[in-house]
């Protein structure tokens, strides 16, 4: 199923801003793969002035002759000619060419994988003929190669771009209207597993639950995205085998440098520059205590960042022999078991998201981290969300748990006596908030405020309490 277009506003904005300047210029797009660049291209293009062309691993003389066919389309005879080179191919192009033309390259590594001529051949032209009005796109998939070919100092490119942009997944609140989805409950049940890679969401789109999608697009080993770690890794990392390893025991629970060095019988600075990569690729993300800086702190964790790449490395990856040789319902009854569980992981990092995209209190909030130390008693605790006020004078402390209305009394309670022990308080003002799968009823919650006057963004004193649903969260993350 082709979905509608969502989002993308500001992307949309500034390439079309490019475009109508009367110089030319560059615009680079890159980011992981299925997140919608080409169809983010689709939509900014208009055919009757852009030619647009997708790299591939054919040999240069091939790829010329479609580029030309493609460029024939606007000028006419322009594929008549055999092009000894690309600095043939490109002098006429840029030669011919209309003020406004558009010159799109999707896949771009791959096209320089079989000419490495180009970039500097890009180079010479929006250097020399920028008064043309050509306008160049280049994007790609392999955010190592593009990065690369456009952000490294040394390279052709380097400094020549008037747009960078890092195409990410699309934000969580926009799959309850990608997939029809009845209610945010769902909505955040099917965020942890596709996440918001835009294709996964046309695949899952197809199937009549999310139970049956896992089964024949995930688990089967023919189903599409089987194998899709895989590909992401082989596209950006160097050692791809190396990196599904750190994956594979961050997935298992190891969470810290030195348990990964541990289990791989390595030294941890040898996995310090892995590491590395995949935060810099937002696969992994790196975290620490609110309050302590993550890159200076001993009590860094490591954690998947990607839904979809959490649940593979979680459920798919400790099974891929069993789902092979076996039926796949064995496995999917096991993961149906230990699916609230990293649904309700998935549903801390929501809360913690959506913090700084609300007011709450009456108070607008800078983002939201956990927290874990030794409390005011000495003894170890962990606070799911702390966020500061934006004028530094409030602290908001939540708990956030995939449960129902009739825990959140019991979780109420657990949570104020953690804050009686929260060592970072100081004179600062204290909000508590409830992150819950769905909403007790009014006067359960000794503070809690009325729904109506926490979205009028009234003033309420410290100490109140309010509790936050699927819906709020996901409405907020949009």
């Keep these: 199923m082709v979905l509608s277009f969502f989002d993308r506003h500001e992307e949309i904005r500034r390439l079309s801003r490019l475009l109508h300047r009367r110089e030319g210029g560059l615009a680079v797009l890159y980011g992981r793969r299925r997140c919608g660049k080409s169809r983010l291209l689709g939509r900014v293009l208009d055919p009757a002035r852009s030619i647009y062309y997708v790299g591939d691993e054919r040999e240069s003389v091939l790829q010329r002759a479609a580029l030309a066919a493609e460029a024939a389309r606007l000028l006419p005879g322009f594929d008549r000619v055999t092009y000894p080179g690309w600095d043939e191919l490109f002098a006429r192009l840029w030669d011919e060419a209309r003020p406004g033309t558009v010159v799109a390259i999707d896949e771009f590594p791959a096209l320089v994988a079989a000419a490495r001529e180009i970039p500097g051949l890009l180079q010479k032209?929006?250097?020399?003929?920028?008064?043309?009005?050509?306008?160049?796109?280049?994007?790609?998939?392999?955010?190592?190669?593009?990065?690369?070919?456009?952000?490294?100092?040394?390279?052709?490119?380097?400094?020549?771009?008037?747009?960078?942009?890092?195409?990410?997944?699309?934000?969580?609140?926009?799959?309850?209207?990608?997939?029809?989805?009845?209610?945010?409950?769902?909505?955040?049940?099917?965020?942890?597993?596709?996440?918001?890679?835009?294709?996964?969401?046309?695949?899952?789109?197809?199937?009549?639950?999310?139970?049956?999608?896992?089964?024949?697009?995930?688990?089967?080993?023919?189903?599409?995205?089987?194998?899709?770690?895989?590909?992401?890794?082989?596209?950006?990392?160097?050692?791809?085998?190396?990196?599904?390893?750190?994956?594979?025991?961050?997935?298992?629970?190891?969470?810290?440098?030195?348990?990964?060095?541990?289990?791989?019988?390595?030294?941890?600075?040898?996995?310090s520059r892995p590491l590395q990569r995949l935060v810099e690729l937002d696969i992994v993300r790196r975290e620490a205590p609110f309050g302590v800086l993550a890159r200076d702190s001993k009590r860094t964790l490591y954690r998947i960042a990607d839904p979809f790449l959490a649940f593979w490395f979680r459920f798919v990856e400790p099974h891929r022999s069993r789902l092979a040789a076996a039926p796949i319902a064995p496995v999917a009854k096991a993961i149906a078991r230990a699916f609230p569980g990293h649904v309700a992981s998935v549903w801390e990092d929501l809360a913690r998201a959506s913090v700084a995209r609300m007011t709450c209190f009456g108070r607008s909030w800078k983002p939201a981290a956990r927290w874990w130390g030794p409390g005011l008693d000495r003894r170890p605790m962990e606070i799911d969300l702390v966020a500061e006020s934006e004028d530094g004078r409030a602290l908001l402390l939540g708990k956030a748990r995939w449960a129902s209305a009739a825990e959140a009394a019991r979780l109420l309670a657990e949570l104020r006596r953690k804050v009686a022990d929260f060592p970072l308080a100081g004179d600062r003002e204290i909000f508590l908030g409830l992150w819950l799968k769905s909403a007790p009823k009014a006067g359960v919650l000794p503070g809690a405020r009325k729904t109506r006057a926490a979205r009028a963004g009234a003033a309420e004193t410290a100490g109140a309490v309010r509790v936050f649903t699927p819906e709020q969260v996901m409405r907020a993350l949009r």
Excluded at 179 to 205: N, T
Excluded at 230 to 258: F, P, V, Y
Aim: aromatic fraction near 4%; charge should be neutral.
């Design 125 to 271: 032209r929006l250097d020399r003929t920028t008064g043309r009005g050509v306008h160049v796109l280049l994007a790609g998939s392999s955010q190592r190669m593009m990065q690369g070919l456009v952000l490294d100092r040394t390279a052709p490119l380097y400094g020549r771009a008037a747009e960078i942009m890092k195409i990410a997944p699309l934000a969580p609140g926009w799959i309850r209207p990608a997939l029809s989805l009845q209610d945010a409950v769902a909505a955040v049940e099917s965020f942890a597993v596709w996440g918001g890679v835009p294709r996964y969401w046309e695949l899952a789109a197809d199937y009549p639950n999310l139970d049956q999608a896992i089964r024949d697009l995930v688990l089967s080993p023919l189903g599409v995205l089987h194998d899709e770690p895989g590909g992401l890794l082989l596209d950006d990392t160097r050692d791809a085998a190396q990196a599904a390893s750190i994956l594979s025991l961050i997935g298992a629970g190891c969470h810290r440098l030195s348990e990964i060095a541990a289990r791989l019988g390595k030294p941890a600075t040898s996995l």
